[in-house]
């Protein structure tokens, strides 16, 4: 098997493959090029990246002192329903059980006019600055993600994957061979002359899909109608406080800036269009608006919003950027990566790549970036704004009909009804529309029923739980420091 591409989605697969693969009967090398650059800036994740890091066997303490990361409850929105207002979409639920009266979720016993914020553990946690794996010293693990250096993480994944018996090979691919029945591809030929056979390839070769697009012709899906931003200017800057336990997007003009606080330092970005803003213009504005001074000269990343239209052909598989690309508002690059890594493993092919397996695994794929993508869109259709014309293209633009409908049932009756396996779930969805403005018209039925006394003394019994869960938590930087203290030096980048 060769895996053309490293990066973050280059060495995840390569990593994961090691894990569940015999080595005896399968043999894994990496081609990559120190010449090509990595697109990683700093990574914000959600919560599945446990579910990855358990089944590689990598231990919490260690990727925390490899990639200088720092844990995340949420993300704090600001300025996106309108300037001046703001919200948090928590990890988690609301961690209180409303039994028979709430069978579609705790927040249908809430009014249209009530906040939630009191009623999660993550929203509470993180403003008053405490944390613990565990809520409250209870033995129910607290959902929650990481901010990690992403250039930090893929050199620490390709420790633990060379260790395992990966094998890289350094040289930027020049070719392509194919077999002249299947159509399969039969090997890649690098700079220097060297040829990479193999039975499988995986493409994480970026943007471009060097395998699945330029040699395969997949086809891409561009989104950009509902999603216009195809740009996104990125750069260091110093750390300046305690970080924040809240990944930080805030609307701009033309789109949104992003802050990712890490040990070492706060990564920053504004994510635009360039059919609103230049690329000048959102560099100064985003070197204007840094909470310290920048570490490096802003670095702009060019997109297209969308996905391949098939990312398994033959004996090719593209994971990450090669498979498509949604923008970091949600954090979902790495859960994407993930996800096709877990897809994948399910349906692994022998070495005739059965046409059928390669069907259903696009089809998994397809409906996990089409879920993203509508929750994403979702942000920028549900707004007050009108105050740039990107805005006022933004509340007006026609939307996907399944983003549409769901819409729509969510003003009837205050749910979403998202797919069976969702990540994202009928509570991150009420979080987001109700703070981007948008008014359930009403509840479950079944809610409806409980008598509004008995309705007023559950939702205190539930803020008094959380209030006692998050007094119970240490501080966030007492949780940090032993982290902070270690200073691995062998993996920072030249």
């Known amino acids: 098997m060769a895996i053309i591409g490293g990066g973050t989605a280059g060495w995840m697969t390569a990593t994961a493959l090691a894990a569940h693969l015999s080595a005896e009967n399968c043999t894994i090398r990496l081609v990559e090029s120190e010449a090509i650059g990595t697109v990683g800036v700093g990574e914000a994740t959600v919560p599945p990246i446990h579910r990855f890091h358990k089944g590689v066997g990598i231990a919490e303490e260690d990727f925390l002192r490899a990639t200088k990361a720092t844990i995340k409850l949420g993300i704090h929105f600001i300025d996106w329903l309108r300037p001046g207002a703001d919200y948090v979409h928590p990890f988690g639920g609301f961690n209180i059980d409303g039994g028979d009266y709430a069978p579609r979720g705790f927040h249908h016993l809430l009014h249209a006019d009530e906040a939630f914020d009191a009623y999660n553990v993550q929203i509470m946690a993180g403003r008053a600055g405490k944390f613990a794996p565990k809520a409250g010293g209870r033995d129910k693990a607290l959902a929650y993600a990481y901010h990690f250096d992403a250039g930090l993480y893929a050199a620490f994944l390709r420790r633990i994957a060379e260790e395992r018996g990966v094998s890289r090979v350094e040289g930027q691919v020049v070719d392509v061979e194919r077999h002249p029945d299947t159509g399969f591809i039969a090997a890649v030929i690098l700079a220097d002359g060297s040829r990479i056979a193999a039975d499988l390839f ?287 030096h062998s993996l920072a980048p030249a």
């Open 202 to 488: 995986i493409d994480c070769s970026g943007f471009g899909g060097l395998l699945i697009e330029r040699t395969l012709g997949a086809g891409y899906d561009d989104w950009s109608r509902w999603l216009p931003a195809d740009r996104a200017v990125a750069v260091p800057s110093a750390r300046h406080e305690t970080p924040s336990l809240f990944t930080r997007s805030t609307a701009r003009e033309s789109g949104w800036q992003w802050r990712i606080p890490l040990q070492h330092r706060t990564g920053n970005g504004y994510v635009f269009s360039s059919a609103f803003l230049s690329e000048q213009a959102a560099a100064d504005a985003l070197l204007a608006r840094l909470d310290a001074p920048a570490l490096a000269e802003p670095r702009t990343l060019r997109f297209v919003t969308g996905r391949r239209r098939r990312s398994w052909i033959g004996n090719c598989v593209a994971i990450g950027l090669a498979g498509g690309f949604l923008e970091p508002l949600e954090s979902t690059g790495i859960f994407l990566i993930q996800a096709s890594i877990q897809h994948l493993l399910g349906l692994f092919p022998g070495r005739d790549c059965d046409p059928r397996l390669a069907d259903r695994f696009n089809g998994e794929v397809a409906g996990v970036y089409e879920d993203c993508r509508d929750f994403i869109v979702a942000h920028y259709t549900c707004t007050e704004r009108e105050d740039s014309e990107f805005w006022r293209y933004c509340k007006a633009m026609p939307l996907p009909d399944s983003l549409a409908d769901r819409l729509d049932l969510f003003r009837t009756r205050g749910e979403t009804l998202p797919p069976r396996g969702s990540f994202f779930g009928d509570l991150s969805w009420y979080a987001v529309l109700t703070g981007q403005g948008l008014t359930p018209g009403g509840n479950h039925p079944v809610a409806s029923t409980l008598p509004d006394a008995d309705r007023h003394k559950m939702l205190q019994r539930a803020r008094a739980q959380v209030a006692l869960q998050v007094a119970a938590m240490p501080d966030y930087a007492h949780f940090l420091a032993p982290f902070e203290a270690t200073k691995d």
